[in-house]
């Protein structure tokens, strides 16, 4: 137990506080957070976790089973971080391109965040060690909710006539693609970062590409001319 804390709850007779609990949680993955994105898994240690968080191991080990424990929620605690206050209306508009434009503002200024960055460099290193890193971004973050929530608007688009698109699960992936991939790769150093008025327009084009695009969509004829004809 940290001394701090220790130190309290025997004055007071009795285990720390629930808040003091909560504190100390805090500082051990304030500490892991700081060395996970510093140094990376491999390097970073249950001691120097421990030591950085002021506490012993066995406060660690009361906590955390392992490493692998203590890296996964710190994961879930940087996307928690990412994702947009829940009283943030993202939905919203008077018709689908105003939805999918404030929608992909909000989307693409979040993408180049410090700390979206920060986890993207993180799983870029460190993908071969947790191959379900991925998986547990996708399932805590908010790209699988804004893929159900626009393949479901598409859908309703297509059933009113007003869209051709006949895969919206696939289109709506491909849009969130379109949308954050190259202002996130220049804002981690691969060209020259978008201004946020840079990022307003880059928002706007891709939404008014991605809609014209599904309104003149050609339903599998690239794929039925591919496999008879094959390539030119």
């Known amino acids: 137990m940290d001394e701090g804390i220790a130190a309290t709850a025997t004055r007071r007779g ?33 001691e120097a976790v421990a030591q950085r968080a002021r506490i012993s191991k066995r406060t660690f080990y009361h906590r955390f089973p392992d490493k692998a424990a203590l890296f996964d929620a710190v994961l879930r605690r ?8 829940p009283d943030v209306p993202l939905y919203v508009g008077s018709d689908l391109s105003e939805v999918l434009r404030r929608l992909a503002r909000l989307a693409v200024h979040a993408s180049v965040a410090p700390m979206a960055l920060a986890l993207r460099r993180l799983m870029l290193t460190e993908a071969h060690r947790f191959p379900e890193l991925a998986a547990i971004v996708a399932r805590e973050g908010s790209r699988g909710e804004a893929v159900e929530q626009i393949t479901a608007m598409l859908k309703r688009e297509a059933s009113a006539g007003r869209l051709a698109i006949d895969r919206p699960e696939f289109a709506a992936e491909q849009f969130l693609s379109l949308l954050m991939t190259v202002p996130q790769r ?23 590409l991605f809609l014209n695009g599904c309104r003149y969509w050609q339903a599998g004829e690239f794929t039925e001319r591919s496999a008879t004809q094959g390539p030119a």
Do not use: H, K
């Not at 940087?78 to 206050?85: A, E, F, L, V």
């Not at 060209?191 to 939404?207: F, H, I, K, S």
């Open 14 to 46: 009795g285990r720390p506080s629930r808040e003091q609990a909560a504190l100390l949680g805090d500082r051990i993955l304030d500490a892991a957070t700081d060395l996970f994105l510093a140094e990376g898994y491999g390097v970073t240690s249950i």
């Open 186 to 208: 220049r804002a981690l150093g691969l060209g020259t970062p978008m201004t946020g008025a840079e990022l307003d327009r880059w928002a706007d084009d891709c939404v008014n």
């Open 78 to 85: 940087i996307i928690q971080g990412i994702r947009p206050p």
